[in-house]
Every structure is written in structure tokens, then in C-alpha cells.
């Protein structure tokens, strides 16, 4: 068993593939507290009455926000004991020097359709369409922040495409990736 109080677990994803679920289960599994970027954005969003997509647009002009969520990430990542789930996270930790497991999570885009359909209550092709709107808007201002390419999974250990686990099943994959790989 890795030790608890050094531990990083980084856990990326493709909205809809279960990263805040595993992150969730990880957490409880192995007693570490879970960070999440997209819930502190969710959190502001909601605070400023605001959509992710207008938040989302706000960030782009002003990158000093997203400096500011992913300066947070990584002063929880030097303190160890914690899942992050954040799509910088595991490019910071790599160019910080911050020991940690990094999986990504990946999704076939209808499976997260319906994914995020249910979890927001919107149609699936409302969510196939935001989510498409969101990757991209992430993926622009990441490049622009960091130079960061959010389609290369060369900062990660592992990929799992999750369109055939169910969320215990990913959660397993990823405990075995912790208990053996540390």
C-alpha cells in the first residue's frame, strides 16, 4: 500500500468519462482528500450566475483565472495525499517535478453525450454540443497558459477508455495502477 501521506493521484478526462467519479472513489479508497478543478469552476460559475460557456469566455480573456485554479491544484499536489482531477494537473505536476500516478480517462463522444445528459438534465445533443464547445474552449486557452496540447496523452501513465467499465470497474483499474505502480 503506497503511502498515504505523499501520495498524487492525478485523474484527467473527456467530460462525460467518469473522471470525477473515479477521483471520487480513489479518494475514499486510499483516505486522500479530492481536489477538483472542475467543481472550484462550476462553484465560481454558479457564485458569478454565470454558464460554464460564459465562465469558460471570461477565463479566455482573463488567464489569470485559470493561473489562479491551477496554482490551487498544485499546492495541494506538493502537499501529497490527494486525487486532482483537472486537465493541467498532470502537465503542472510533470514540469513541477511533483511525483504522481497520472491516468487519463477518454469516452466515445456518445457515450458522454448521454452521460452528461443525465447528470445535467439536458438533452443529448445539448451536451454533445456544449461539451464538443467546451473541449475546445479548454483546449485553447491551456495552448495559449502553458503551450499545453490537451489531445496528447504524453503527460499520463495510462489511458482507459471507459465506454464498456462501469464506475467501480474504472475505479479498480485505477487502484491497481496506485497499489502497483507506486
Known amino acids: 500500500m503506497p503511502k498515504r501521506n505523499k501520495l498524487v493521484v492525478i485523474i484527467c478526462g473527456l467530460a462525460g468519462s467518469g473522471k470525477s467519479t473515479a477521483a471520487t472513489r480513489i479518494s475514499k479508497r486510499f483516505k486522500l482528500k479530492h481536489v477538483s478543478a472542475g467543481d472550484q469552476f462550476r462553484a465560481v460559475a454558479k457564485e458569478r450566475k454565470m454558464s460554464l460557456i460564459e465562465l469558460g469566455r471570461y477565463a479566455e480573456k482573463h488567464p489569470e483565472f485559470d493561473k489562479e485554479l491551477d496554482r490551487r491544484m498544485m499546492i495541494a499536489a506538493k502537499k501529497g495525499g490527494v486525487v486532482l482531477d483537472g486537465r493541467a494537473s498532470a502537465y503542472l505536476s510533470k514540469k513541477l517535478r511533483i511525483p504522481a500516478i497520472k491516468i487519463f480517462l477518454t469516452v466515445d463522444p456518445k457515450i458522454s453525450a448521454k452521460r452528461v445528459a443525465k447528470r445535467d438534465g439536458i438533452s443529448a445533443a445539448t451536451a454533445l454540443k456544449t461539451s464538443r464547445q467546451r473541449e475546445r474552449e479548454v483546449a485553447r486557452r491551456l495552448k495559449a497558459l502553458y503551450g499545453l496540447d490537451t489531445s496528447s496523452t504524453a503527460y499520463y501513465d495510462?489511458?482507459?477508455?471507459?465506454?464498456?467499465?462501469?464506475?467501480?470497474?474504472?475505479?479498480?483499474?485505477?487502484?491497481?495502477?496506485?497499489?502497483?505502480?507506486?
Open 158 to 182: 495510462a489511458v482507459i477508455q471507459t465506454d464498456r467499465y462501469r464506475p467501480e470497474e474504472v475505479a479498480e483499474l485505477i487502484a491497481s495502477l496506485v497499489t502497483y505502480g507506486n
